[in-house]
């Protein structure tokens, strides 16, 4: 990790604090201490199954991808990769970190970097594709509930929801509709010519033609992968179960009773998308802020909202991190070409 990546995680570590701090002002800190002691650790337990099953069938999908293609690939490199992941993904604005260094993880195991772009762009589009199913699905369940609770958070769900759309009906359009992508990209960039010059024009157009390109050569080979990607988007989908269910086990740790698990995974769907616009890395702020607003009518104690809040986002966002700095200090495999 470089010195700007450790400021960046110190800094957020102190920001984690200071709104866990800053959420305690009106929270009796006995009653806190009662909550801590009665937790109902096997629940908490399930909790922490569900975030290793999260990282871990993100592992099987690398493995799926790379069975063929390296057959020498190991499964603790598999399973390095998401770790790496998180670590990058939580400590850059809207996680961009995650896939750069990811290909790095690749190439340092000797991965060819054409084959490694191809299987990290492959698993990029299967998990978009998954998420925008489960926001389609939780919108439809959870959505009027945002909209009761706070309206804000509504517009910036709708504003979600059509990020993450628009980037898969993009990807789509490459795929089936390459030349006329091509055109359409080169007519969006116009304005760049008139306000930006030539030069930044030409630069600009060269460079997303050149990933257009990129893309579209892998959307080739991934037409003939029809089953492999079935089967990926399986377990992405069990993946995304499994991060999702994480706050209904924390809540049944905490004792809080009647909840109802579909809302839960729902509301949870919903706060990853608001979670996704925030700029800050790992949504800080927002993430907790959408949490307490979203879950106050499940649990009714203030104490235990707080501590909910605390155990999701140590789960969530920390615990990666961490597993991701363990990951960094792992020496990969290297495989056979």
Known sequence: MSRKNWFVLVLMLLGGL????????????????????????????????????YLGLEGVVVK?????????????????????????????????????????????????????????????VVFQAMIVVNFIISIVIGFHYIAEKLHALSLLVLFGFTIHLGVIVALLMVMYWYSFTKRVTNLVLLP??????????????????????????????????????????????????????????????????????????????????IISLFPIPGGTGGAEYSFSVLFLSFVHSQSKLVLAMFLWRLLTYYFGIFAGM??????PDKVAN
């Open 192 to 273: 760049v010519r008139w306000f930006g010059g030539e030069h930044r024009y030409q630069r600009l157009g060269h460079k997303l033609n050149q990933k257009i390109d990129t893309f579209y050569q892998e959307s080739v080979k991934m037409k003939r992968e029809y089953n492999k990607l079935g089967k990926v988007a399986v377990v992405t989908l069990l993946q995304l179960l499994a991060y999702y269910i994480i706050p209904y086990f924390i809540l049944l740790a905490l004792g809080v009773t009647g909840i109802n698990l579909v809302m839960v995974m729902s509301l949870h769907v919903l706060i990853f998308m």
């Open 64 to 124: 799926i991808f790379m069975a063929d293609r390296y057959p020498t690939f190991t499964w603790k490199n598999a399973f390095r990769l998401p770790l790496i992941e998180q670590l990058f993904n939580g400590l850059t604005p809207f996680s961009t970190g995650g896939q750069p260094a990811q290909l790095v993880a690749m190439l340092q195991a000797g991965v060819e970097g054409g084959m490694a772009s191809s299987v990290l762009l492959m698993k990029f």
């Open 18 to 53: 200071g709104i866990f701090a800053f959420s305690l002002r009106h929270t009796n800190l006995n009653q806190l201490g009662v909550d801590l002691a009665h937790l109902r650790w096997g629940w908490f337990a399930v909790a922490i199954g569900c975030i290793v099953l």
């Open 326 to 331: 363990i990951a960094l200090m792992i020496k």
